[in-house]
């Protein structure tokens, strides 16, 4: 249970801990009906039938999305409009007009509905109860929005925002690269997307020394950093975004060695262990980016 991703968000009122398995247990993970095209609800995180929806540890709580979506290729779809729209022409000799073939096209839909391929998307994310963060792996910030909006259906508010620093991450990395060196426990990797926003150029560098004469002449040509790829403490490899996203992260052998250590074979215990662990790690790699970035900017300043 290793996060490959981390969108972060800042609880800015009070998620409610005692009730919380109650509330989702009001909307459990189940398949799409004949007729729904996706579905999402609440599973276990340790995927133990019959087991509970929130994973409890000390001040963490691992939560499980399941999302099904009937997949119906685009393709199909428009294929068999088509073939309604041309035998209707044929037939009464008229031409079909748009808002007629927007119905004929939600009627196929309709009608592959209850043969359509379902597919799961499991998206899992915890409640830092004492640093009021909620982390969720997710790689788009749509499968995140969509992780919150179903906890807000349960529990008629989530009171959570963007996690915003004081200072701008993209500026703080920009400086990175053009004073060195970066702040202790922080190496460049040798990754980057630097980004002249207003004029949507963009340059992506793959196995470049961030130090080279090229990466300069980017950010002296007005570029500023939109992701970059670093380790931290050499534990964890990451790279970071602009908006604070944590994407593509990799935990190092060193991490690994801990979760080794831990005595256990049985499902349940390696699930706890690999939590532990990976929360540890990767809150303390949080709390050193938000301090490096000036601190967390509260909801009432933001």
């Avoid at 968000?9 to 989702?24: A, D, K, R």
């Avoid at 009001?26 to 087991?51: D, F, N």
């Avoid at 998206?123 to 982390?135: C, H, N, P, R, V």
């Avoid at 792996?137 to 508010?157: P, Q």
Wanted: proline share 4%; hydrophobic share 40%; with cysteine.
């Amino acid at each position: 249970m290793f996060f490959k991703n981390a969108r972060i968000f800042q609880i800015t009122g009070t998620l409610p801990h005692e009730t919380l398995e109650l509330s989702l247990q009001e909307i459990p993970a189940r398949e799409c009906g004949s007729l729904e095209q996706t579905v999402s609800g609440w599973a276990s995180p340790t995927s133990t039938v019959g087991g509970t929806l929130v994973h409890r540890q000390l001040k963490i709580d691992m939560l499980r999305l399941v999302t099904h979506t009937k997949v119906m290729p685009t393709a199909v779809i428009n294929k068999k409009t088509a073939e309604r729209v041309s035998e209707i022409e044929q037939k009464e000799a008229r031409i079909v007009r748009k808002r007629e073939q927007q119905q004929i096209k939600d009627d196929v839909i309709l009608d592959m509905l209850p043969r359509a391929f379902q597919r799961q998307r499991d998206t899992y994310g915890y409640i830092d109860y004492s640093e009021k963060l909620l982390i969720i792996n997710a790689a788009s910030n749509t499968e995140a929005l969509d992780f919150i909006a179903a906890l807000r259906k349960v529990l008629g508010k989530c009171p959570v925002m963007p996690l915003t620093t004081t200072a701008s991450p993209s500026a703080v990395m920009t400086g990175w690269l053009t004073d060195p060196p970066t702040p202790g426990g922080i190496d460049l990797e040798d990754e980057a997307v630097l980004a002249l926003p207003a004029e949507g150029d963009k340059a992506t560098l793959k196995h470049h020394d961030m130090e080279s004469d090229e990466v300069a002449a980017h950010i002296e040509a007005g570029k500023a950093v939109d992701k970059l790829r670093v380790c931290w403490m050499d534990k964890i490899s990451a790279t970071i975004e602009s908006d604070l996203a944590l994407k593509r992260i990799k935990f190092s052998d060193i991490v690994a060695e801990q979760v080794a250590d831990i005595e256990g074979n049985d499902n349940a215990s390696r699930f706890d262990a690999d939590l532990s662990i990976m929360t540890a790690e990767l809150g303390e790699c949080i709390s050193y980016l938000i301090k490096v970035f000036g601190g967390i900017q509260r909801a009432e300043n933001a």
